[in-house]
């Protein structure tokens, strides 16, 4: 009886051995996976430029307010994050917000189109691209919280168009204007609610397009059409 329980020890005795190596491994292969997911970090990417019907939308509202709508988005979900600028073919933002040892870009692309209506118009906006990339969890929530307020923000504006025949359209003007220069979001927000108010780019555009009526280089239809085009963005 004595070396019946012993065999049966000894049986017992490496398979408890091998579960607890099994165990230790997997949970070192855990922790390895976890460890991986931190470094390699995670990335998003949302677009206002969403499907409806057979078109998609974009936004009828002027350089200005669209650059506006972002700054005061950054302001209001990251007030102390620096607005560094995204120049060239494609303007926009990229704050960095961090959260320990990790960090997280928070990017925003202001994107000019043309499209064409239901009724074969020709509709002049915006459109807009908020990705993001890095290790923070914490700052990938604030992300999504930037998407869905801008969202919120143009959605306010009531200017919504549903397009086909998208193509990339033209910025209004240089894009110095509406520079972050690397400072904080809401600093950027506040000093341009401070600065006065130049000539509105819409009146200098119907001046120049009744010049052209007057001048006989242009049809009334034509400028009856431009017209339209420029009233609905203000």
Partial sequence: MIAAGLADAGRRGPR?????????????????VL??????GCSTHNTTLV?????????????????????NTY???????????TTGAQRGYEATCRWGLD???????????VGTDARGGEVRGYYFEVSGSGT???CRLKNKDLYNRLREALDATRTAAVVTNLRQGRYETDGRAYLGGSRDARDVANSRRAAPK???????????????RDQGLISEQEYDAKRRQILDRM
Avoid at 35 to 40: D, I, K, N, R
Avoid at 51 to 71: H, L, N, P
């Fill in 16 to 32: 408890g051995e091998r579960g607890k190596v099994v165990r230790r491994a997997r949970i070192a292969l855990h922790s390895l």
């Fill in 35 to 40: 460890a991986a997911l931190a470094v390699a």
């Fill in 198 to 212: 130049g000539p509105s780019p819409a009146a200098d555009q119907l001046r120049e397009l009744k010049n052209l």
């Fill in 103 to 113: 960090t997280f870009s928070q990017k925003t692309l202001v994107i000019p189109a």
């Fill in 136 to 138: 923070s969890t914490s």
């Fill in 51 to 71: 499907d409806r019907g057979a078109g998609k939308v974009i936004y009828r509202i002027s350089e200005e307010q669209a650059f506006t709508i972002v700054i």
């Fill in 75 to 85: 302001a209001e979900i990251l007030p102390k994050q620096n607005l560094d600028d």
